[in-house]
């Protein structure tokens, strides 16, 4: 499955942003959906997850409350809604796709969008 993430951009601190994930080449509702997120010069972190069928949801604690994530799996998309935005959430966010089942480990997921950069100002 082939997914492109869009939807980033420059935001002052306390905005909102939603990013999108189109995924196209595949049985999109048959996989769970992750973000992620790389930091400069940090490693690549767990943000959210959703099963497939949208009924189970993880968040990382850091934005737990503030970050939603869902699905539409008759447009092959999910989205992922970033309230109350901090400039500590600045980072490069990616999708990902994993066929087995939801999960907060990078390792877990098979397929990965290119990435879209959210910059949250001061």
């Known amino acids: 499955v082939q997914l492109q993430a869009s939807g980033g951009g420059l935001v002052q601190a306390g905005g909102s942003l939603r990013l999108s994930c189109a995924g196209s080449?595949?049985?999109?509702?048959?996989?769970?959906m992750g973000w992620f997120r790389q930091a400069p010069g940090k490693e690549r972190e767990f943000v959210a997850a959703?099963?497939?069928?949208?009924?189970?949801?993880y968040y990382a604690e850091s934005v737990k409350g503030r970050f939603t994530i869902s699905r539409d799996n008759a447009k092959n998309t999910v989205y992922l809604q970033m309230n109350s935005l901090k400039p500590e959430d600045t980072a490069i966010y990616f999708c990902?796709?994993?066929?087995?089942?939801?999960?907060?480990?990078?390792?877990?997921?098979?397929?990965w969008g290119q990435g879209t950069l959210v910059t949250v100002s001061s």
């Open positions: 959703i099963s497939w069928l949208g009924g189970s949801t």
């Open positions: 080449g595949g049985t999109f509702s048959t996989y769970a």
């Open positions: 990902a796709a994993d066929p087995r089942t939801i999960a907060r480990a990078t390792t877990a997921y098979d397929y």
